[in-house]
């Protein structure tokens, strides 16, 4: 069995280990954020330094790739702006993003407003007199959350967290270049075109078209073809045809209103510009505006297109009673089992019977305490899920495996595990005598979190009849999403449940002997192939130099672990030395393990898959070429079986080959909206999952344990 304590001795390296970590992570604060797409910076500028009255300028600063684009405050047709949500010292206040002048970016019939190349959005920082410095340390720590989308022919949403120290007894103008560009790129101020001092500044409607008129713009731009660009979203047909002219000084446009307009302002704030130069004017709407139209109608050429379209690409999971979905919840759980890393505990436990067998009283508790730390852990992490994604984030279930730091963690839990195991160490040899006692105290307790620890290394995957529920889980209301958690969590418990409550089971068992030493050091053989498992997968998501700096990190907390089991001098000497080099070496190693590496490519498994995207799959559909899209992780056991087994099979690969089926793979390891918002487009939150695409035909979506006969019917079909 696994007792408590083992987990106090686990909490207690897992915490030697988190606070450098932490640390390491705090000193290598990055104020830069690269994707394949963007390149994001932190800028800060105060020529005037850091007191109070001054303006100190931040900025964030995007380096577009060739085609790529974000967007403005009104993105237009589609895309989303930029949103930057600042986290200040106490007396510092952040203002409004100074716009620069967008363009117009046309895709297709479509026209939005966004930024191409290298753009800077500055913001203000105001200074008051309730900011103190820190005497030891004389910078403002300035930290930034910022989310942008960014388009080609598909869009992609990024994220990212800087830090940036700015000096507070110095000026700072290391990047005046890039500011004073982007605050000559913002657009002026008219003041005219308030309609007070000039009453020709106007916005007047006059049937489904808004007429401009503006007064006081500079002589030098009169005869000259002006950009538009409203600060008001859903007002006008943004790509709609739009005139305009010059009356002396007066400029004025005639501009089609939006069918489907979603605001009638009575002011409207709109942007002029000749190149990178614009003007700001705020114009007073008169006349009534139209009513907001019900959609418009569709000929019917058009309303057949869309609903074989609908069709096509409609979800192909089959609509689920509740009732149905707690079963599958339940045999998935069940079957969740049979996972390497979770049968050794299961394993360990049911053996531990033979120690006591006729204590029937006390495997019955037992077995209810297992049973709870499984349903209460797979209720929490469903929870925190469902939490998240009302919040807005785009996560599913395995989402805390997306994470290296919990990979690294989980790590140096089973490696402690497994050492105990192995009879490295006794935790009464390491821990004082009034813990190393605390398994005869507390064997419900004992019970208890091997049940968490079970769910914890079983929650990354979904079994065969998980996926289907997990999926409806995530679209029903609160209660009944935690029912289906709950199901999974007592259907992995049901074998263990059994066990504790059927004595005929434990009489089964061999009676107690020094086979069991030999049973308990063979179980640490399984552990410590899950650390393999999971020191490979942190290698999917920080590259080599991370899992080296994992592995390196394991061998030095078990010396640590080591030393403590020594006796006398030696153990003070051997073990103050070896903790001394375990937290240095976790100071220096930290970053490589927290640190994402680039997505590597599908091609690494064979240039017959390619990279998955949403365009990239309707883009060969529309072409009339099926495809299959395999959406897998590192860290999901089920993922790398159904890729080693059948995704290789031989006669499977021919068969797509004849089709010519074109083979993608999404790569849920780290965390990816676009993945995430595709697979609940399947009815999905979790991998394994398996699509086979056709033009005109719904999705295939196929079992979770993939076999080549399954696959291979599908292909036939096509």
Not at 310 to 337: F, W
Not at 488 to 503: D, E, H, N, R, T
Request: a positive charge.
């Amino acid at each position: 069995m696994i007792p408590v304590r083992h987990l106090l001795s686990c909490l207690a390296m897992i915490g030697a280990w988190a606070l450098p970590m932490q640390i390491g992570a705090q000193a290598l604060a990055k104020n830069t954020v690269s994707t394949e797409r963007v390149r994001a910076e932190l800028m800060a500028h105060s020529p005037q330094g850091v007191s109070p009255g001054k303006t100190v300028w931040v900025g964030l600063q995007l380096t577009h790739a060739p085609e790529w684009h974000t967007y403005w405050k009104n993105s237009g047709d589609s895309g989303l702006p930029t949103q930057l949500q600042w986290t200040l010292p106490a007396g510092v206040s952040a203002g409004e993003i100074g716009w620069p002048v967008p363009r117009k970016i046309r895709i297709g019939p479509l026209a939005n407003y966004g930024y191409e190349g290298t753009v800077l959005l500055p913001v203000p920082l105001t200074i008051t007199t309730e900011f103190k410095p820190s005497l030891l340390d004389a910078q403002m720590q300035v930290k930034l959350k910022a989310s942008w989308l960014v388009c080609k022919q598909e869009c992609i949403p990024e994220d990212g967290e800087f830090t940036l120290k700015v000096p507070t007894q110095s000026t700072t103008a290391l990047n005046a270049a890039a500011f004073e560009a982007a605050f000559a790129a913002q657009p002026r101020a008219l003041q005219a075109a308030a309609g007070q001092a000039n009453p020709e500044s106007v916005a007047r409607i006059e049937g489904n078209a808004i007429h401009l008129s503006v007064q006081g713009l500079p002589s030098s731009l009169q005869g000259r073809t002006l950009e538009f660009f409203p600060e008001t979203p859903e007002v006008i047909e943004t790509a709609g045809a739009w005139s305009q002219a010059w009356n002396g000084a007066l400029w004025t446009a005639k501009i089609p209103l939006s069918a489907h307009r979603a605001a009638s302002p009575q002011l409207m704030p709109v942007v002029l510009a000749s190149g990178s130069q614009g003007y700001r004017a705020e114009l007073p709407v008169q006349g009534q505006w139209p009513a907001i139209a019900a959609p418009a109608g569709v000929s019917p050429a058009l309303e057949a297109a869309l609903r074989s379209s609908a069709a096509a690409n409609a979800p192909a999971a089959p609509s689920l009673t509740l009732v149905a979905a707690l079963l599958g919840a339940l045999l998935g759980g069940l079957i969740l089992n049979l996972m390497p890393c979770v049968f050794p505990i299961l394993a360990i436990k049911v053996v531990g019977f033979t120690h006591h067998a006729d204590d029937v009283r006390g495997h019955r508790l037992a077995g209810l305490a297992y049973t709870a730390g499984v349903m209460l852990s797979f209720a929490a992490l469903g929870a925190l899920m469902l939490g998240l994604r009302a919040a807005g984030e785009q996560l599913g279930w395995g989402f805390q495996l997306q994470s290296p730091a919990v990979v690294a963690v989980l790590a140096a839990l089973f490696t402690v595990i497994g050492l105990n195991l192995a009879g490295v160490f006794e935790f009464r040899h390491v821990l004082p005598s009034r813990l190393a006692t605390a398994q005869a105290r507390h064997p419900v307790a004992n019970s208890f979190v091997s049940g968490m620890l079970a769910v914890a290394v079983a929650s990354p995957c979904t079994a065969p009849f998980m996926g289907a529920s997990l999926g409806l889980a995530v679209a029903l209301p609160a209660a009944q999403a935690l029912l289906v958690f709950l199901a999974i969590g007592l259907g992995m418990a049901l074998p263990y449940l059994a066990a504790s409550w059927v004595p005929a089971i434990g009489r089964m068992l061999p009676r107690p002997g020094a086979w069991m030493d030999t049973f308990r050091k063979f179980m640490a053989f399984p552990m410590f192939a899950t650390v393999v498992w999971l020191v490979w997968v942190l290698g999917q998501q920080s590259g080599i130099d991370g899992a080296g700096a994992l592995l390196a990190l394991l061998v030095a907390m078990s010396m640590v672990i080591w030393a403590f089991t020594l006796r006398g001098s030696s153990r003070r000497l051997v073990a103050s030395i070896s903790l001394a080099l375990f937290v240095l070496l976790a100071w220096a190693t930290a970053a490589n393990i927290t640190h994402s590496s680039p997505q590597q490519t599908a091609q690494r498994d064979g240039e017959v898959w390619q990279n998955w995207s949403s365009a990239r799959t309707e883009q060969l559909v529309a072409a009339g070429q099926p495809v299959f899209v395999d959406f897998t992780a590192a860290w999901c056991v089920t993922c790398q079986y159904n890729k080693k087994t059948t995704l290789s099979d031989r006669a499977v690969l021919n068969d797509l080959k004849a089709k010519n089926v074109a083979l993608l793979r999404a790569d849920w390891t780290r965390r990816d909206p676009a993945i995430t918002a595709a697979l609940a487009q399947l009815g999905r939150n979790g991998v394994p999952v398996y699509v086979l695409y056709k033009s005109g035909r719904t999705p295939v979506v196929m079992s979770e344990i993939l076999g080549t006969q399954e696959l291979r019917s599908a292909i036939a079909r096509l």
